[in-house]
């Protein structure tokens, strides 16, 4: 007699679904986790979140491990049983909450209704012989082709890799590879105005969060423990969901009191958010090519409770003679530095495709150039650490429009940003601790026949906050939070 199907046994179905049509269709993996995630109960998100994107995130180890326990090749195995079987030795390998033996009996039930009796036995003897050697330790790469060899065992594609160790060397490389392979921390931006994160942090620990400040952003707060989408402070709007790093790469330079700044690939918001919650005084105008995104934007600003300016417009072609201080461009790009948060990209992600975006994004700085005012900025801001989608993008751009030139960061940032300037104009930080990679650009444009005055760091202040600080001095050690006339 079989045992009746337990919530978390629903689960591993959803999460096998969401892997199976994620890699099928190379759409984003949100399109489908959430759509498992709003029939699941609230106690059962948080493994179904876990097994999902575990799964995409080591599925290449995970295929060179099924492999091995099946004494075939991957893609000769069924397809129906694929995801499952991911899954199944995801949670074997790295996994202990759930006993191997209901994952086993799940998998093989599992297994039984995709295909066949068959397909069944053939599940139950893969990872019986899995659940008996429960670590990758026990599932060594034997691959002589040290590049394939650091692929596999860090479960990204050989195409990466190999442009990554010719760029950064092996040691870096490596470290980059693991990086990706920790789980996203959560994120909120708080906005100087409402207190900032201080006072946000307060009324978050009230609620039984807790919280360390970030390292990046003098508004960022990381979240250790707790859902902060259950507290008042979301419902009244007092804080953004938002990576610390995409938080960084909005201030790359500081903005100036009263700067009207136009964001023009502003979906979902966060660009032009942290703007005004470091300097409430800005004058943002929000712009998107895809109506379905500027809902998202809208959706955002109402719970935010703030009033920005939201247009419809492909930048592309200027919907505008209006100049600005400071045009924001997110370009568009492969997202090779957000592969915590997203594993799938690395699996689609090709030279081809490389080329492309980076085709697409010098149309669009084109496109937005006019749009700056003489001695204004043009920030061209990528989630990409790829040469061809940043470096070699705004030489062309540059090549063809002599009135813009790259605006030296030296002396514009303060601590601790000013550590990743890694060129003139340019600042990148790769994917580490809690947060993602990002690069960026910032050019000026020069009146004719003047010359550019560049912006300088004058003054700071320390934000610290004593309940904070008290709460992660690991995370305070040897960290000084000076930034230029930024208040909590």
Not at 18 to 23: G, I, Y
Not at 232 to 251: C, H, M, V
Not at 284 to 312: F, G, H, K, Y
Not at 380 to 400: D, G, K, W
Request: glycine letters at 6%; charged letters at 25%; one cysteine or more.
């Amino acid at each position: 007699m079989s045992q009746p199907r337990t919530a978390a046994d629903n689960v591993r179905v959803a999460a096998a679904w969401v892997v199976e049509r994620t890699l099928a269709t190379m759409a984003p993996s949100s399109v489908f986790l959430d759509s498992a995630l709003s029939r699941c109960d609230e106690r059962d998100r948080r493994l179904l979140r876990e097994l999902a994107l575990g799964t995409l995130r080591w599925c290449r180890r995970l295929d060179h491990v099924v492999s091995l326990a099946s004494n075939r090749k991957f893609d000769a195995i069924e397809a129906p049983l694929r995801a499952p079987l991911r899954v199944a030795a995801y949670q074997l390998l790295f996994m202990d909450r759930v006993p191997a033996h209901a994952v086993l009996n799940e998998g093989v039930e599992h297994a039984r209704r995709l295909t066949h009796r068959g397909g069944a036995s053939f599940t139950n003897a893969v990872l019986r012989r899995i659940a008996r050697s429960p670590t990758l330790a026990d599932w060594p790469v034997d691959v002589a082709d040290a590049c394939q060899h650091l692929a596999i065992e860090k479960s990204h594609p050989d195409f990466l890799v190999g442009r990554w160790i010719e760029r950064l060397g092996a040691e870096k490389t490596s470290q980059l590879l693991e990086a990706n392979n920790r789980p996203k921390s959560l994120q909120l931006l708080a906005f100087r105005d409402l207190g900032g994160r201080e006072i946000l942090a307060e009324s978050l620990i009230d609620e039984g969060l807790e919280l360390e400040p970030s390292a990046l952003s003098p508004m960022g707060l990381t979240v250790r423990s707790g859902n902060p989408l259950h507290t008042q402070a979301f419902r009244l709007g007092r804080f953004y969901i938002q990576d610390e790093a995409s938080q960084a790469a909005a201030l790359i330079p500081p903005p100036q009191p009263g700067e009207r700044i136009f964001d023009a690939a502003a979906a979902p918001g966060g660009k032009g958010f942290t703007l005004i919650a470091i300097e409430p005084t800005v004058h943002v105008t929000m712009a998107d090519v895809s109506p379905a995104r500027l809902l998202t934007v809208r959706s955002n600003l109402e719970r935010l409770r703030r009033q920005l300016p939201v247009i419809a417009a492909d930048a592309g072609a200027p919907p505008t003679t209006r100049r600005y201080d400071r045009v924001i461009l997110d370009l568009p790009c492969t997202g090779t530095g957000t592969l915590r948060k997203s594993p799938e990209l690395k699996w689609r992600i090709s030279e081809s495709e490389i080329g492309r975006l980076s085709r697409q994004s010098l149309r669009l700085l084109e496109g937005m150039a006019p749009l700056v005012a003489p001695d204004g900025l043009l920030i061209a801001i990528t989630c990409s650490l790829e040469p061809e989608e940043n470096e070699r993008v705004i030489e062309q751009f540059l090549a063809q429009h002599a009135e813009f030139s790259l605006l030296p960061l030296d002396g514009v940032l303060d601590y601790p940003l000013e550590q990743w300037i890694v060129g003139n104009g340019c600042w990148r930080v790769f994917p580490a601790g809690d947060h993602d990679g990002f690069t960026v650009h910032t050019l000026i444009r020069s009146r004719r026949g003047t010359q550019v005055t560049v912006p300088q760091v004058t003054g700071s202040r320390r934000l610290d906050s004593p309940r904070i600080s008290t709460l992660s001095a690991a995370s305070l050690k040897g960290l000084d939070l000076a930034w230029t006339g930024f208040s909590c």
